[in-house]
């Protein structure tokens, strides 16, 4: 399997914040990654697939980079609605492994 | 609009088998492309992706589980079943299923549409 890590686990920002969120991948996997927000009680909801690319519906103050290996998943300017907990997963090889998360809390 | 909910026991026994069953609307798992995944979440853990089904049957399970679920469709009654074998207490989590699309050049996999998740205890 596809080891998926995410840096850092947690942290801390205000509103208006840019926010960062890395994700790193055991073995290249191309730009095959997606990134999902989920709030406490809720089912997930992707934001960025194909390591890039806005889900439709999804502000543009997220975007995604990265490709093989490593990752990241930025947020411009923090909003309350973004607190949250982000899982990055790859959909290159199966199973589709999810990383551990990044707790987004103020 | 598609939407997904997962239905099935919300208690099982250690060793007892749990079936879920997935029915949603919206889509047909008749169209090529489209898939159905199953994925779990333990309380205040990671999600663990467990299976996913394609319109044309073909099935992917999670290794570390595979000997123990079985994944199937009914498109006539737009339903999915998951059964898993053996449970024990830690699996204990909440179930989702979810719509499986892809997009652009890449066929890149996502899963776009997610059901409520359903809280499955294993407990005597």
């Known amino acids: 399997d596809i080891q998926m890590t995410q840096s850092p686990s947690s942290l801390s920002a205000s509103v208006g914040d840019r926010v960062t969120i890395t994700c790193r991948a055991s073995?290249?996997?191309?730009?095959?990654l997606n990134w999902y927000q989920q709030k406490p009680g809720k089912a997930p909801n992707v934001v960025i697939y194909?390591?890039?690319s806005l889900q439709s519906g999804v502000p543009s103050r997220f975007s995604g980079s990265g490709s093989e290996r490593d990752f990241t998943l930025t947020i411009s300017s923090l909003q309350p609605e973004d607190f949250a907990t982000y899982y990055c997963q790859q959909s290159y090889f199966f199973p589709f492994t999810f990383g551990p998360g990044t707790k987004v809390d103020i | 609009q598609i939407t997904l909910k997962e239905s099935g026991p919300t208690l099982v026994k250690p060793t007892q088998t749990l079936t879920l069953t997935c029915t949603f609307s919206?889509?047909?798992?008749?169209?090529?492309?489209?898939?159905v995944g199953w994925i779990r979440q333990p309380p205040g853990k990671a999600l663990e992706w467990l299976a996913l089904i394609y319109w044309d049957d073909d099935k992917r399970y999670s290794p570390s589980l595979m000997s123990r679920l079985t994944v199937t469709k009914d498109t006539s009654k737009n339903q999915v079943v998951l059964t898993m074998t053996d449970m024990d207490p830690v699996d204990t989590a909440t179930y989702y299923c979810a719509h499986r699309t892809y997009y652009g050049s890449g066929s890149y996999s996502l899963f776009d549409y997610w059901g409520q998740g359903t809280l499955v205890t294993v407990s005597s």
């Open positions: 919206g889509f047909s798992l008749s169209t090529s492309g489209v898939g």
């Open positions: 194909g390591a890039a």
């Open positions: 073995r290249s996997i191309s730009t095959y």
